[in-house]
């Protein structure tokens, strides 16, 4: 960490065995490019047979191998998605939430609002969310968690964090604090991270940095804010 409280990502993850699913969303070092990423992890037979497919825009979680899904429930969702000038990436079905209420009118906090922590008890896993927002040849970001205000899921607290972009500065919000039974709910706001101009060298670290034995996938994409090119990543552990 330097000494404004920017980390590096990997090394915030390396030693780290399952922070579970992730978002980074900021700005590359250059000024140049919107970023964001989003990454899976899993434990058990059931999270591990996904792999990232992106069809028509739109990148899906999907099993590996159909035969071998037990419940796809939480597992298989759109994970980002356009509306307009809005780019959604979450870590569930909220990606659908949070398009249809923006289709109404609605802003990301009141669309998220219906939603709360998942139904997976005892982990109560958060979901968390992110909007990156287009104009102007220039961006903003929001970033949320839903989780559990207790150990019994009685009540949802529902945090949100509203960005202006520095160059070189992304947020990383992520599901877990670390391995565990039950899995320790990420706690505190997103964390500073830097991020490079290069797209190889950001997908790379992040990548690298991952617990091999439990990452699954990885999407990073990096917009040009002066003509709006789209540059991607996808890494899948199942090939």
């Not at 899904?69 to 990606?95: C, E, F, H, M, W």
């Amino acid at each position: 960490m330097n000494v404004y409280g920017i980390n590096d990502i990997a090394e915030l993850i390396r030693d780290n065995a399952y922070v579970g699913r992730g978002i980074v969303i900021g700005k590359s070092a250059d000024g140049k490019n919107a970023v964001s990423a989003y990454f899976i992890m899993g434990r058990s037979a059931n999270s591990r047979n996904r792999i990232f497919v992106e069809k028509d825009g739109v990148l899906y979680t999907q099993p590996f191998d159909a035969s071998k899904v037990v419940d796809p429930s939480l597992i298989i969702y759109a994970a980002q998605k356009r509306y307009q000038n809005k780019l959604i990436v979450t870590n569930g079905d909220q990606t659908d939430t949070i398009y249809d209420g923006l289709k109404c009118g609605k802003g990301f906090a009141q669309s998220l609002k219906s939603r709360k922590f998942e139904p997976d008890a005892p982990n109560l896993t958060p979901r968390i969310s992110g909007l990156m927002t287009f104009e102007n040849g220039g961006f903003t970001y929001e970033m949320s968690i839903l989780k559990s205000a207790d150990e019994e899921g009685t009540a949802c607290n529902r945090y949100t964090f509203d960005y202006e972009p520095l160059d070189g500065v992304g947020h990383f919000i992520h599901t877990y604090e670390g391995d565990g039974n039950p899995l320790p709910t990420f706690r505190g706001e997103p964390e500073r991270v830097m991020i490079p101009a290069d797209i190889d060298e950001f997908t790379d670290a992040l990548w690298d940095a991952l617990n091999h034995e439990n990452r699954i996938s990885l999407y990073v994409r990096y917009t040009d804010l002066a003509n709006g090119k789209e540059e991607n990543r996808l890494i899948n552990q199942n090939k």
